[in-house]
């Protein structure tokens, strides 16, 4: 039996929290050493309900893959991720959604999109995201399959976002929690 889970506000502040470091991170250079080039110009991201919806359309399918039916009126290129994992607990969202966090495959030349689906949260032009978790039993193990629709797809071949000193492009100033991240008012 699947059963969506409802994401809390503390999940998605978790998601938002974990993401938007990790964009900070990588935009004020602290990925550098591993060939992560510091960011002129990476928004922090806002949670939407609609990308929210629309990964759990895709949550409730208990497939992993990805599906070409996410994009929405105001994002007309979404970009996806989706992991599954065997919770050791399965009432325990929160642990489900961290280990999907931390443990994301970064790797590869970001400028030119030669990264897996990862490279979507890193996209300079993603400005929002949302996210949906199922849980399902699959061979007699429960499993927590998490879909995040995020604003902005890549393509590859293409830049995922522009280098340059963490922040230098930003024209609305910088987020107030994230050092080097443009505000969610920054136009893309």
Known sequence: MAKIYSLGQAEIDLILSTLNTLRDDVSSGSFAT???????????LIWDDELAA???????????????????????????????YTPTDPS????SLTNFLKNRPLKGDVQTAALDDWGNVLSDKAVAIGCAVEQFTESGSIRHLIVCNISAATTVGQRIYRKGTGGDLCTTGFDSEYNTLCSPNEPI
């Open 34 to 44: 591993i060939g992560f080039s510091y960011a002129a110009r990476m928004v922090a």
């Open 54 to 84: 629309q990964a759990g359309n895709k949550a409730r399918t208990c497939e992993y893959s990805f599906d070409a039916c996410r994009n929405t009126a105001k994002y007309p290129s979404v970009g996806q991720v989706v992991a599954m």
């Open 92 to 95: 325990d969202k929160a642990g």
